[in-house]
């Protein structure tokens, strides 16, 4: 395998320590705008040493930095829309071409339509991520068997959405997330850890909010179909706290390859359907 799934997990307990020695292969973060998605990846990335790949993340860099694909996504973004696919396919397999993706990664945003769940499948079958093992030529078309990507889909009531995103606050020098709400900094509008002044995303007004849901209800929904019917979803109930949510998402990536198939996990409330 590619990425082969070291069994670290102890029967009845998840270890919380670091694990940034295996090979963890394509984490992919499902859920609408507010979810957690970013909070979560920091965390999955804290713990395997795996790389946050968000492409909402990349858009904005390309977008402070006014190159050509900044310009064009600039006034989609602003209004809360999708920007096309084809200008997405060439950023997300730069950024999985570097050699930080070659142990895994966690996706935070894409796939968002079905046409780019089906690119990310054949990019993933066609690309050599770990160039230490073997060649492209020996793995041929098994290599999507050999590693799949673990597929996990966060679900958060409407209402505790908006306030999610109504609330989010992020420091422009190390990214870290809060929400006046939930996790206020220590100091009003400054970051606990340097001092910065955090800022309000240009898309998180109520006025984009409606739009931002409403993309990703038309659209975005298509995805969880997509790996829900190549049975990969994993649901989780993300309207809990942060660190819940954290074990839940530990447990199905620790477990992922050597979990039964399509049953539910009464312990933890995930819904298994791989
Ligand atoms: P996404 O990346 O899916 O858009 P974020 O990770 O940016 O979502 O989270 C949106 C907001 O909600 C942030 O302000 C974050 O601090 C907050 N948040 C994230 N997870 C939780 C949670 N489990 N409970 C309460 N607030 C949360
Ligand atoms: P996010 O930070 O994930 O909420 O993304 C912010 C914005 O970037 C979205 O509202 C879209 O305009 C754009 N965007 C991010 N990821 C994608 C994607 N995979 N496909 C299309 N547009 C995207």
Redesign the pocket.
Known sequence: AIFPRREIRVKGAISMANDTARNVGPVI?L????????????RIVDRYGVPQI?T?DLLRDHVARGTELGLEAKAIMARGELVPDELMYGIVANRLREADCQRGFVL??FPRTAAQAGWLDAFLEKEVFDKGSEKRSDKGSEYPQNCPPVVIQ?L?DYT??L???T????CPTCGR???????PPLVDELCDVDGSKLVIRNDDREEVISGRLAAYETQTRLVTDYYRAQRRLVAIN????????TAQIFGVIDSHGNDSHGRVDTRSGTTTQS
């Open positions: 973060l859920g609408p705008p507010g979810a957690g998605k970013g909070t979560q990846s920091k968000s909402g935070d945003g966060l958060v505790q959405l306030l999610r995103l609330g989010r606050r992020s997330l809060y929400n006046i709400h939930f996790q993300a309207d809990r706290p942060v660190e819940e949510v």
